[in-house]
């Protein structure tokens, strides 16, 4: 089940952190890193922090875009600091722990997202999460070193599963559908822009928020298998109707 | 409240760790740190490591033994692997936060222990404390990192004091958003089946499910006002786009 849970560190500078991550991580029962172009990886100073956590650098899949790390996911939480211009759904850590677990037990991969160590993660790349996570800390000293960060959500993660271990009295949760995956709701938002553009509601001169806006939406709604191929299938047929192309009714 | 909570570090080996340690505190809003015999300090590399937390290095008391470390508390917790021979009042880092700030709030000082990077804290030590404090981990790979060590309990500390202030732990959350009404959630789903009928996605004469697994759908999404300008301003151009007619690009 842990092992359905991934931590994924975007364009880190100093490989100590990585070690540090990775220690972190195997302490924690975690075991799936991938790195996002990392400024320098491997590294001995990643092997003297990790400190027995080899395997786990070992096993690290190393990746050039956060698209591809998160491909196959089904719940992407990123790490932010408070302040964003489009306010987004936000989460404890201990939230943070328990929405992974729940995901994880269901089967699907979830991506806890780590940014910079200075800068952390982008705009656009917040965008491609569902939830952002914030760890409290004193306002005039609030940026966590990247493997404390790290420390504290799998903290969380390894609580909110070891609370499960203790045989639920109620039973197991019945089967929640298939979630669709990062990458298909990857292809959902291009196919989603492109339709927009073609009936004219998204000038690509002047797109401002609208799609960050869509993303917020249909990002929190948990969008399943079924509901996916209705909405791409209101796409395809939005866009023969508009290019005047003969199309069929059909309900997926 | 949190200047009476004292972090206690018995025989440091890596000053480094000694740098985590204070950069974990001070984000965690912890500033009294008690270093017993520490191999090197200071140290460029306790520096290096606290990042921005000098003030707490600066502000740290090097003592020689334990008993002097201790003087004035009223509640001493140590950190220890779960197995000794001698059982001991054990606590979970939450129980250990909890227990922390209450004494703290009280007025009375409060020591957090940590033991040597390998060999952790001694028998002697252990039975100086009140409570013993395990951190949930890996079986096979329990030993955590001292500075990470420190950043759990500090977090657990932090999390705890935060309860007590009212506040939720990441902080005040930003106005929600004025969600939709009902009556303009009807209103949308009245625009979006006719809609799907003039693109050809819906069949009036055989429905299916589709509208409920839309309701569903955009039901669990909270639909806020300037989300619900922006669907209603897709279904409008998409009418428009269909029958030919002509429109102005334009995003609410």
Same mark, same amino acid.
């Given at each position: &089940?842990?092992?359905?849970?991934?931590?994924?560190?975007?364009?880190?500078?100093? !490989?100590?952190? +990585? =070690? =540090?991550?990775?220690?972190? &991580?195997?302490?924690?029962?975690?075991?799936?890193?991938?790195?996002?172009?990392?400024?320098?990886?491997?590294?001995?100073?990643?092997?003297?922090?990790?400190?027995?956590?080899?395997?786990?650098?070992?096993?690290? /899949?190393?990746?050039?875009?956060?698209?591809?790390?998160? $491909?196959?996911?089904? %719940?992407v939480l990123g790490t932010s600091a408070r302040?964003r211009?489009l306010p987004w759904p936000m989460l404890?850590?201990?939230?943070c =722990?328990?929405?992974?677990?729940?995901?994880?037990?269901?089967?699907? !991969?979830?991506? %806890?997202v780590?940014?910079?160590?200075? *800068?952390g993660l982008?705009?656009?790349?917040l965008q491609?999460c569902h939830f952002h996570v914030h760890?409290?800390?004193?306002?005039?000293?609030?940026?966590?070193?990247?493997?404390? $960060?790290?420390?504290?959500?799998?903290?969380?993660?390894?609580?909110?599963?070891?609370?499960?271990?203790?045989?639920?009295? *109620?039973? !197991?949760?019945? $089967? *929640?559908?298939?979630?669709?995956?990062?990458?298909?709701?990857?292809?959902?938002? /291009?196919? @989603?822009?492109?339709?927009?553009?073609?009936?004219?509601? @998204?000038?690509? #001169?002047? !797109? /401002?928020?609208?799609?960050?806006? %869509?993303?917020?939406?249909? =990002?929190?709604?948990?969008?399943?298998?079924?509901? &996916?191929?209705?909405?791409?299938? +209101?796409?395809?047929?939005?866009?023969? #109707?508009?290019?005047?192309?003969?199309?069929?009714?059909?309900?997926?």
């Open positions: &089940m842990l092992q359905n849970i991934r931590v994924v560190l975007v364009n880190t500078s100093h !490989p100590g952190n +990585i =070690g =540090g991550a990775a220690r972190a &991580m195997k302490n924690m029962g975690l075991g799936q890193l991938v790195l996002v172009a990392p400024h320098s990886f491997p590294a001995p100073e990643a092997s003297a922090r990790a400190s027995g956590a080899d395997d786990v650098l070992a096993n690290a /899949r190393v990746v050039p875009t956060l698209e591809e790390a998160l $491909a196959g996911c089904a %719940l302040d211009s404890e850590p201990r939230e =722990g328990h929405k992974t677990v729940v995901a994880a037990a269901g089967g699907q !991969p979830v991506a %806890l780590f940014g910079r160590e200075h *800068a982008t705009n656009d790349e491609r760890i409290p800390a004193n306002p005039d000293f609030s940026s966590l070193n990247l493997a404390a $960060a790290v420390q504290v959500l799998a903290y969380e993660v390894r609580t909110a599963w070891l609370a499960t271990q203790g045989a639920p009295a *109620a039973g !197991p949760e019945p $089967a *929640a559908p298939a979630l669709a995956t990062m990458d298909q709701m990857e292809g959902f938002y /291009r196919h @989603l822009e492109t339709t927009l553009v073609e009936v004219g509601f @998204l000038d690509p #001169a002047n !797109p /401002r928020h609208l799609m960050a806006r %869509l993303r917020r939406l249909f =990002g929190r709604s948990n969008v399943d298998h079924t509901e &996916m191929s209705i909405l791409r299938g +209101i796409l395809t047929e939005t866009q023969k #109707a508009v290019r005047g192309e003969p199309h069929k009714r059909k309900e997926p």
